[in-house]
């Protein structure tokens, strides 16, 4: 169907979004390689009009060797690794709930949904207030209420209690990916297989599950992109202190607060390391599903 | 065969759902809730639920005292303009792939999804200095064309799962009853690609709305959406519960009534087609 005319048409068309995205790609990512090669202080009068210092690979070798790098390593997989098992294992139970007949079904996916669409500066504040507040929060009422003493939660508990609060705004996305992959399950083969007497438990191992596997692998990929760069809730709840410093918060303070370009420029780089590795894993399911 | 259902299983399931949806949603309820309070009542010792002289004070407290309505109006240009930027770039580049593929639209499609995971920290002090350098520093055009660029590849990826559900049959038949190139547009196409370029523009409105890297790094104080304006609020002053609560339930009503809408939409738009 497609003419020669048409192509080319076509290809002009493409130009717009291609051209926009490929400079938003290249010139910050060649920036940030290029300065993390180089001695870049602004602040002791290092600027691009007087020419950076080559430093070779000396950037790379600090940012690993800083005594910050590890735990912050450690940190973000604890997050990561925390809200991906807390939103999948409950987003699956939750999907299968959501999934029963039952009263008012369409309200209660509402509610379920609505940490989804909330900004991330207002979850993150509302929970550090107004709930996890050692004073006047809710927990602390209730903690009170039982004779026991309150928490300090964003200090005691800094890193739980963000993983908590992330949980909390990420767990809509896995249920609602995770309801829609079990509605497509055909109802048939799980009655068969109750009929033949299999066990509620065996029927989700076996049915359930093998069905749900590769929703699941989504949800895992997707999630990671979004929590590897994980800011504002760190940002406005602990300021990266009582061990919340992920990899992304180090990077963070380097290039603002400390204003060492060079050094965070080369933790970015990590980074985006990091990221690709996942990315690969996601690009290939995507890319799979395009074909059929 | 559809299986019956005893009514004692629905109402065990009935109750545990709810229980489990209220619990999720209490912390936005208990913001709402706690906005129309004194800030006395907000951190009264048992909690109050019901019993409190209902106020709108906090309210125009925030108006008054932060100029509220500034980072609201901030908030609803720069989501908007980025969102009708994306959309009008995204058009043409998804309906040329979708109705015109050739060998590489499935390596294209992909590479612009893969822009999307470059973490944003990597690149935050190329972005400040670009930004210095023109000017764009704390300004609304700026933070527009970057929200637009983070948002591009979804939304090109929503639009082309959209327009390839369009049967390209419809075309052909409207072209043999002699439809010139204007009409296959404006009365076949377009009408068919209304709806899924509606869910596109909502659900990119609520993610460039609730975007908070670049809005938390890239402003100060003339264009900071809500998003900077309620970070303003992590460092307390007194009682304060009342009307963090008041400014948290302004920014995020708009974004939570939008967000039912479009609950549907938000599957295919955030797996890039993978699950529907």
Known sequence: MATKASRSAARMMMAPAVVLLLGWMLVPLIMTLWFSFTKYLPLRGDSIERGLDWVGFSNYSRFISSSSFWPSIQTTLIMVGGVLLITVVLGILLAMLLDQPMWGQGVVRILVIAPFFVMPTVSALVWKNMLMDPVNGIFSHLWRFFGAEPVAWLQDASLSSIVLIVSWQWLPFATLILLTAIQSLDSEQLEAAEMDGAPALKRFWFIVLPHLARAITIVILIQTIFLLSIFAEIFVTTGGAFGTRTLTYLIFQRVIDSQNIGLGSAGGVYAIILANIVAIFLMRIVGKNLDT | ?276
């Open chain 2, 1 to 276: 065969m559809a299986r019956a259902v005893t009514t004692q299983r629905k109402i065990i399931t009935t109750a545990a759902a709810w229980t489990i949806g209220l619990l999720i949603f209490f912390p936005i309820y208990w913001t709402i809730l706690t906005s129309f309070k004194t800030e006395a009542q907000a951190i009264n010792d048992p909690p109050l639920f019901f019993a409190f002289d209902w106020t709108l004070e906090n309210y125009a407290v925030v108006q008054e005292r932060s100029d509220y309505m500034k980072f609201l109006w901030n908030s609803v240009i720069i989501a908007g303009g980025s969102t009708i930027l994306g959309i009008l770039v995204a058009i043409p580049a998804a309906w040329s792939m979708a109705f015109v593929p050739s060998k590489r639209t499935k390596d294209i499609l992909l590479w612009m999804l893969s822009t999307k995971m470059l973490p944003a920290v990597g690149v935050l002090y190329p972005i400040s200095l670009i930004f210095v350098e023109f000017n764009l520093l704390d300004t609304r055009g700026g933070l527009m064309v970057v929200l637009m660029l983070i948002n591009l590849p979804i939304i090109v990826w929503m639009l082309y799962t959209y327009f390839k559900e369009i049967p390209g049959e419809i075309l052909e038949a409207a072209r043999m009853d002699g439809a010139t190139l204007k009409e296959e547009l404006l009365y076949v196409l377009t009408p068919m690609a209304i709806p899924g370029i509606a869910s596109t523009v909502l659900l990119n409105f609520i993610l460039a709305w609730n975007e908070a890297f670049w809005t938390l790094n890239l402003t100060a104080a003339n264009a900071a959406p809500l998003t900077a304006f309620i970070a303003s609020y992590s460092s307390p002053e007194g009682l304060f519960f009342a009307k963090l609560s008041a400014a948290s339930t302004m920014a995020i009503a708009p974004i939570l009534i939008l967000g039912w809408f479009s609950q549907k939409q938000l599957v295919r738009g955030l797996t890039f087609g993978a699950v529907k």
